[in-house]
């Protein structure tokens, strides 16, 4: 794994000089291979069978670009002596091409074409050229997105194939894609697809010790899964982002080793002076005047909470989806990095500890509750992609609002039960933490939260239209919860793991043992989500919540809450359906929260009407009484596989209107009184 680095810049690296020097002592190497031993269980390191089968596909994969970029110029008219010469090639990107990829990762791979291969001939020829081949399975285009990609198992391997195409005549093996003038005369989805090969290249020409440099990003990204703040999407940092501020720890400890990297790491991000942005190199200029990032020319650019730049031309922040509560949660990670390694080279601990998972259920008294459901799994997937893409809408909404300090999401999912499934079609859910802001005096505070909540279902509902996605039976719908709540929501496994957590943190803080806090993901895998079954929940544990006084009306019903730090009345807007009107998966969609507003009646003996009432498929007698718990069918079970999540492009303008066909959108507010 020894590697030299060639061609590098002579002297220091990076914008400033290094901090240290030092060489690394007998102990950083014991430490280091501490660290190892300790990543093994988490699968982050390949063996050379899987490498040496990664390797022979992306070979496959190469010589069947050319041959298809070959059969096109025949099919275009080409002469002779081009068709022989057109070349094309296969470059990856990523976390494979940075040497840190995991056991059952992805390959992101990039598709360079001649001039005479459009991109309508990349998702129209070539993809049908995949549909014929027996080696490729789970074949989707996705031509709407920002940067648009085919998806595909190749022999059991996942590939990400993004396409660009030159302004060259042909495309030869020894093709360097690091010269700017590769990105003379191409539209902005070919830079962008560039971009990703582009930037990787450049990272690792950037770093001291490429071997150095790949272990530490290996633990730095396993511990950034561990403690939920790996997702780009959802507003923390990608893979990209977290790799450059790995390079930059080793342009200022260039001779350190992991252990010492990884310290170092959290000592200087936990006391970075954000939104001071991190760069590996200075700014450059081109020739070609493409768009850079810059505050002092673009003003959107000051807004950027935790710029991390990108080294290649053209220059862009990564991490432009960071919002003001996502980088407070990193942050405070940080800090708790720092504290652990610091711990550890000094024997108190060991690096197990490094990767102990949060347990976000345990973290934050308030939750919002955000559920997508659609008929089937091919809307159910198109749709919870859109919805997940936009979910920093909503945290970014919250933000806003004057009482709220953090919105924190849990980037992983939870979907609906079995039972769900076969009523309103496939159902997936998202927890978002709130920290609310502390009374100044006994005075009750009214936080109405419907307005930032209705502004981002607008945005998806209008985003879908836009894109002609929006079928019968997709829906959004967000509830407040308290933590004690929770568990009309979570699936019984995870449930069942927190309890046996909590009784062993007892036990070890009886004997006088560092507490251990339990989490949802036990497999941190590139490429994958946890996937578990679920068992029903124990019905026991609804004597466990508070009672909840409900009374409900056809337009307004407040929820009182009753918790010994703070009050909260909720209230909820759920009409029924206007005379002859259907509103698709109404019906099965709220069986989870009605579940949940039953049964608090049921603990207060307050008599409930049944919100749904007014539509002609349920009836409700005001003498009936809810008599039973939720039963396995309507609690959530097992974890959502989010491998086939599609993703979109970006929003429509705000003014475009919300869709108005017969797809009815459920309006609901959620307000809140706290006390101080």
Not at 209 to 232: I, M, Q
Not at 333 to 354: A, H, M, N, P, Y
Not at 563 to 575: D, G, I
Request: glycine share 6%; hydrophobic share 35%.
């Amino acid at each position: 794994m020894k590697e030299t680095q060639q061609n590098q810049p002579q002297g220091h690296y990076g914008l400033t000089s290094p901090i240290s020097l030092a060489p690394p002592s007998d102990k950083d190497h014991i430490h280091t291979q501490k660290l190892i031993e300790a990543m093994k269980p988490f699968g982050v390191f390949e063996d050379q069978e899987e490498l040496y089968h990664r390797t022979t596909v992306l070979g496959k994969l190469n010589n069947f670009v050319r041959e298809w970029i070959s059969e096109l110029a025949e099919s275009k008219n080409l002469p002779p002596s081009i068709t022989e010469q057109v070349g094309g090639k296969i470059f990856t990107f990523g976390s494979y091409r940075l040497g840190v990829h995991t056991k059952g990762s992805d390959i992101d791979a990039l598709c360079v074409a001649p001039s005479h291969v459009e991109r309508s001939d990349f998702f129209q020829s070539f993809f049908e050229k995949l549909k014929n081949q027996e080696e490729v399975k789970n074949l989707r285009a996705i031509e709407d997105a920002y940067v648009p990609v085919i998806k595909f198992e190749f022999d059991g391997i996942e590939i990400d194939l993004v396409f660009a195409k030159l302004s060259l005549p042909t495309v030869s093996d020894d093709l360097d894609l690091r010269d700017d003038s590769c990105l003379k005369s191409l539209d902005i989805r070919c830079i962008r697809s560039l971009n990703g090969s582009r930037v990787t290249d450049e990272i690792l020409r950037l770093v001291p010790n490429l071997e150095n440099f790949r272990l530490t990003l290996r633990a730095v990204k396993l511990w950034a899964k561990r403690r939920g703040v790996y997702s780009n999407i959802m507003g923390f940092l990608g893979g990209v982002s977290w790799a450059m501020l790995v390079a930059r720890i080793c342009q200022l400890y260039p001779n350190a080793l992991a252990s010492t990297l990884v310290n170092k790491f959290f000592l200087i991000f936990s006391k970075w002076d954000w939104p001071k942005p991190v760069l590996l190199k200075r700014l450059e200029e081109s020739f070609l005047n493409l768009p850079v990032w810059d505050p002092r020319v673009n003003p959107s650019d000051r807004y950027h909470v935790m710029p991390i730049i990108t080294p290649a031309y053209p220059q862009q922040n990564s991490t432009y989806n960071v919002s003001v509560s996502t980088r407070a949660v990193m942050v405070e990670e940080f800090q708790r990095g720092l504290e652990v390694t610091d711990e550890i080279l000094k024997g108190k601990s060991d690096w197990s500890k490094l990767f102990e998972p949060l347990n976000f259920f345990q973290k934050y008294k308030h939750y919002i509750v955000l559920t997508a459901s659609a008929f089937t799994e091919e809307h159910h997937l198109n749709w919870i992609g859109l919805v997940e893409s936009k979910i920093r809408v909503l945290v970014g909404n919250l933000e806003r609002n004057e009482f709220i300090t953090i919105a924190h999401v849990q980037p992983q999912s939870f979907p609906g039960n079995e039972v769900l499934y076969k009523q309103s079609g496939f159902v997936s859910m998202w927890f978002l933490g709130l920290v609310f802001k502390k009374a100044e005096s006994a005075v009750k505070t009214n936080v109405d939260l419907t307005h930032g909540i209705q502004s981002f279902t607008d945005t998806v509902y209008r985003q879908a239209s836009a894109l002609n996605i929006l079928k019968e039976g997709m829906k959004i719908e967000a509830t407040y919860v308290k933590r004690k709540q929770l568990h009309y929501f979570l699936p019984a496994g995870t449930l069942q793991k927190r309890k046996k957590q909590r009784v062993s943190d007892i036990s070890q803080n009886n004997s006088g043992l560092q507490c251990k806090r339990s989490s949802l993901g036990e497999s941190c895998s590139d490429g994958s989500k946890d996937r578990d079954s679920r068992t029903p929940s124990n019905s026991s544990s609804l004597n466990k919540i508070s009672k909840l006084d409900i009374s409900t009306a056809e337009t307004e019903r407040l929820v009182q809450v009753s918790p010994t730090e703070m009050e909260a009345t909720v209230a909820l807007r759920t009409p029924g359906p206007p005379t002859g009107c259907t509103i698709p998966g109404y019906d099965t969609v709220c069986q989870l929260r009605t579940c949940f507003v039953q049964e608090q009646h049921k603990l207060s003996g307050t008599l409930i009407t049944d919100p749904r009432s007014a539509s002609p498929k349920q009836h409700y007698s005001p003498s009936s009484k809810v008599s039973r718990p939720p039963t396995a069918g309507e609690c959530p079970q097992k974890a959502i596989d989010g491998e086939k999540r599609l993703s979109s492009k970006e929003l429509p303008d705000s003014s475009s209107p919300v869709p108005t066909n017969s797809i009815r959108i459920i309006k609901r507010s959620i307000k809140l009184t706290l006390n101080g």
